[in-house]
């Protein structure tokens, strides 16, 4: 069975400062998805990544995979408050559609 | 066009009573998912559909749980006999088709609000 760990489960951090999710999973998969959920709403999609050393950027937030260590980051840079919200990474398991999720990176940035 | 919707947008039910959660794709998405979200927990895949027919029901945790899909658009998730354990968000998503449609290509999940069940 695919597992997904995620850590830090709770960040808090300075504008300004700089930081990394970390995200694990146990078995070989073809993509891996990083989501943001504000609270109360739904996952807004950020970032797919297909394959090994694949990295994408969009504005502070980057993300990077590692298909031999099977690790994903996201890496915030000068962290803004409007990056609050809750970070989910998921895997796709194998040949099915199954998503795998991670509990998720609660992610508070203070002024 | 639209995205995703479902409904209700919220549902509190007593113990023991069935209730009927909808789910409106994206027009001419033949792939449609739900997932389970408990409280401070990420998402549990419970079951998808390619079309009208649902090649994964593996994520359903109980018989007390079924879903359906007509005309490859609306999509019913029924639970019976509800049990306390059953309160999360339920949301569904999205996408034009399953499977991998080339090396390097993907079909993205799109969600929707969900569905916020409460039993008391």
Known sequence: ELKVEQNP?????????NYTIYCNYSTTSDRLYWYRQDPGKSLESLFVLLSNGAVKQEGRLMASLDTKARLSTLHITAAVHDLSATYFCAV???????????KGTKLTVNP | ??????????????????????CDPIS??????????RLGQGLEFL??????SAPDKSGLPSDRFSAERTGESVSTLTIQR???EDSAVYLCASSLQSGA??????YEQYFGPGTRLTVT
Do not use: C
């Open chain 2, 47 to 52: 079951i998808y559909f390619q079309g009208n």
């Open chain 1, 92 to 102: 796709r398991w194998g040949g099915s559609e199954k998503l795998v999720f991670g």
């Open chain 2, 28 to 37: 001419g998405h033949t792939a449609l998912y739900w997932y389970r979200q």
């Open chain 2, 101 to 106: 449609p080339g090396l390097g290509y993907f």
């Open chain 2, 82 to 84: 509800t049990q306390q």
């Open chain 2, 1 to 22: 066009g639209a995205g995703v919707s479902q409904s209700p947008s919220n549902k509190v039910t007593e113990k023991g009573k069935d209730v009927e959660l909808r």
């Open chain 1, 9 to 17: 489960l709770f960040l808090s951090m300075q504008e300004g400062k």
